[in-house]
């Protein structure tokens, strides 16, 4: 069936031959949801699921990248992590959607004294998502809704800009003509619209490895015919809080005092934090194996108290196993997402050696971030003027609302909603199917 895509968009024929149209068409475009830990692509074909299948016949790939020093072979997503894993010497890179609107963007990483700029690196990882998503559906793609944060910066616009405008160069850059955004959250919320059978509010809480995103809306099967959702849309929102800064957090709170953290200098000072926080950080684990990162530890070893401690560091360091660590730690905080304690294994760094985490600690150590995605969901029904009363359904998305205790503080802003969860890891992506097929036809 032929459907004008700018009639579409226009919205004329809205209403129920827009809603006849994405249930009966296969549409030219697909969704791309370039995640910080988890990437997804979607398109609409009736009689097919929505996601489209990327890797070892899963819909997600992991957004990894291994690229092998020696003969500059490349590896993504699960065989990315496994080939790093099984001690090939290269370098991996996760969280890359993280150097978007940083200073970081310009930079470049060094695999055996050569340079690989991080934009190249995001480069091959789009280019790499739109051939899976192409062989999956059996046909090309060159039009596409990319799922971006309300915010990929916090209270900067024009960085926020830059974001957004880098990401669709590096779209173009593989081949997409027809490049549209769509806030994640809305996109999520255009998925759980699909499966409801009457009107409506709905606080869409997508907490994912990066950023926090909301979007209070209006759903229902009328509605989702309609071609523009504007008036529907009360308020959106979100901060640039996620999964990976709980791994930060958590790290910084367990592990790396294991490694010196929080020691001293024989004069008394103390060992400075810097390399431990690129250290727990995935975008930055690269920095801490820098000759200069070296020479600060070198310096380090010469003048610490507690050298037994600085020495495993520089073990870590040399076995560039800062991503392991890094796994070992996002390991224990899922582990702690269903049982009251845990232990973060340290045992690459040092035979037997662990250290025991449990649900109180870790609510310590993430609980400034928590209350800050707390009062962005308070800030969000206040800018819309609504009753937390009046919200008649939270749906949660994104692998970090597992967290209970975050879960439970932002039910408890609005506890008279009922809860919903999604497809944590895929709302986003079938969302952005949806809103391609409508966008693009
Ligand atoms: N059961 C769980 N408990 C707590 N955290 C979890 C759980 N499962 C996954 N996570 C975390 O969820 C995050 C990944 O979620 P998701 O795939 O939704 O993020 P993303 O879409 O890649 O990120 P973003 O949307 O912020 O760019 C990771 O930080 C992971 O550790
Ligand atoms: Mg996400």
Known sequence: MYVDPCALRAGAGAGPLLSFVLHHMTSIA???DFGTSNSTAGWVCPGRDALLLLEDGKPTLPSAIFFHAEDAEVSYGRAALSDYLAGYDGRLMRS?????????MDGHTEVQGRSLPFRTLLTRFIAELKQRAERSAGREFSSVVLGRPVYFVDGNPEADQLAED???????????????FQFEPLAAAFDYESRIAREELVLVIDIGGGTSDFTLIRLGPDRAGRADRRDDILANGGVHIGGTDFDKQLSLASAMP????GTQFRNGKDVPSTQ??????????????????WEHFTFIRSN????????RLLKLVTERSGHWLAMQVEEAKIALSQLPDTQVDMSRIEAGLAVPVDQAQFADAIGGLVGKVERTVTDILAQAGVAAADVDT??????????????ERL?????DAKCQEGDVFGSIGMGLALDAARKFG
Not at 96 to 104: A, E, T, Y
Not at 166 to 180: E, N, P, V, Y
Not at 279 to 287: A, F
């Open 276 to 293: 431990y926080g690129n250290l727990s950080c995935w975008h930055t684990i690269n920095i801490a194996y820098s000759k200069k990162a």
């Open 96 to 104: 890359m959607k993280s150097l978007l609107g940083s200073s970081l």
């Open 30 to 32: 697909c969704g791309i």
């Open 394 to 407: 939270l749906f949660f998305t994104g692998g970090s609302s597992r967290v209970p205790l975050l879960r």
């Open 258 to 261: 294991l490694l010196g953290l």
């Open 411 to 415: 039910a408890a802003l609005v506890p």
């Open 304 to 311: 610490a108290v507690e050298r037994d401690k600085i020495e």
């Open 166 to 180: 880098t990401l669709a160069d590096i779209a173009r850059s593989t081949g997409f003509k027809d490049i549209a």
